[in-house]
């Protein structure tokens, strides 16, 4: 995650200590935070779906969930983001939930809001759910195209509110993509209508569902001018004092994108911006990023679902994450030397790490360059006396 809000204009932000914490954790030693697609299922068909869902028959059952959870505590995980499909439709989402907060672990709900009413939010908030994310990728018509189901925007919406006024932790997410862009604007109208404090703007990765919408992926050129905007709202809702914190996603490349435009606009905290992208050490899928699947299979992010590390119903979170001989763990946590093209001569490399990796597979090469990456070639290159 890059945090705007935090670099560009200096406010703290809600996971700093996890995102800037951890410039001498590398390998093993860092502990995750992990998503837990929690459940398949999903009562809504979204075209840039990264999971390819099924029946709930595959679900891990309570006790076996249960045993993971406290096994992600015992192991020093920080996060557990129950994801999907849908989270809302596991019947026992509530105690497992308690059960993670009781042990510990910061649980973050990840979720479509279409599910959520009064009694919901209230129940999540019982429970100790940290924060709750909903989905919203554009307004209100854009939105139901991306879901597949007329009123979902309508009905997100309100789940939020619910939320909110349960007292729970809100944002939004969105995944930017051609078809919603142009939006940018009203997203952050939205936000202050609403009074949602955060709102994270993800690159589309092509994986699952996401695979078939490769085209509809921004270019190099729209992806810099969605930045800027970005960049220039982020700005002025903090110039305003309006509390914000805006954050994109799965690209890391955005980081050095913004400390080049502090550079270019002479701002003098350029240079701790890049301290802390070093600190934040850019994608750590592998490392600072684990999945488990609904099924118990555990993946080095939540879009490697076609690789898996092993099944916590056969042994533990724990020792899969440390295994010494996983091929794959090893490649992605020792990937330097690995790189190629750009990637291996970028001079941004300490603060992106390559980018997403399964994202250079889709294009086919694990170890090529990351495709959505949209640095110029001068802009990578080494400079004297600079990153």
């Not at 840039?48 to 076996?64: F, K, N, P, R």
């Not at 209508?193 to 921004?218: I, M, Q, S």
């Not at 890049?274 to 600190?279: E, F, I, M, Y």
């Not at 090469?365 to 290159?381: F, H, M, N, Q, V």
Request: aromatic share 6%; glycine share 12%.
């Amino acid at each position: 995650m890059i945090n705007i809000s935090r670099l560009y204009c200096g406010t703290a932000g809600t996971s700093d200590d996890l995102r800037y914490g951890h410039a001498t954790s590398r390998g093993p030693a860092r502990k995750p935070v992990v998503v837990w697609n929690c459940t398949p299922r999903c009562n809504l068909s979204c075209a840039h779906c990264y999971a390819a869902g099924g029946t709930g028959s595959q679900e891990m059952d309570t006790a076996a969930a249960t045993a993971m959870l406290e096994d992600l505590a015992g192991f020093g995980v920080p996060v557990v983001l129950f994801s999907g499909g849908e989270p809302m439709l596991r019947g026992d989402l509530f105690d497992l939930i308690r059960r993670a907060a009781a042990c510990g672990l910061r649980a973050v709900l990840s979720t479509n809001g279409t599910l959520i009413d009064a009694r919901a939010a209230d129940r999540l908030r019982e429970a100790g759910a940290a924060y709750v994310g909903v989905s919203l990728d554009g307004l209100k018509e854009v939105h139901d195209g991306f879901r597949g189901a007329a009123g979902a925007f309508d009905r997100a919406l309100e789940g939020l509110r619910h939320c909110r006024r349960a007292g729970l932790k809100t944002g939004l997410r969105l995944v930017l993509t051609r078809r919603n862009a142009h939006q940018i604007d009203g997203i952050f109208s939205l936000l202050e209508e609403e009074d949602v404090p955060r709102a994270c703007f993800y690159h589309l990765v092509y994986t699952g569902r996401g695979a078939a919408l490769r085209d509809e992926d921004l270019d190099h050129v729209a992806r810099r001018a969605a930045l800027d905007l970005l960049i220039d709202r982020t700005a002025d809702v903090h110039r305003r004092g309006l509390a914000k914190e805006i954050l994109t996603v799965d690209n890391h490349a955005d980081g050095p994108y913004l400390h080049l435009r502090m550079v270019r606009e002479g701002s003098p905290r350029a240079q701790e911006v890049w301290r802390l992208l070093k600190a934040n050490g850019g994608n750590t899928s592998g490392e600072g990023l684990a999945c488990v699947g609904w099924d118990g299979a555990v993946h080095p992010d939540q879009f490697w679902r076609h690789a898996s590390l092993g099944n916590v119903q056969e042994l533990p979170f724990s020792r899969i994450w440390t295994d010494p001989a996983n091929p794959l763990l090893g490649a992605l946590r020792d990937r330097h030397g690995r790189l190629k093209g750009r990637c291996g001569r970028c001079r941004y490399l300490p603060a992106c790490n390559g980018n997403l990796r399964v994202r250079a597979e889709s294009a086919g090469d694990l170890w090529g360059d990351d495709p959505a990456c949209y640095l110029t070639d001068d802009e990578i290159a080494p400079v004297e006396g600079a990153p």
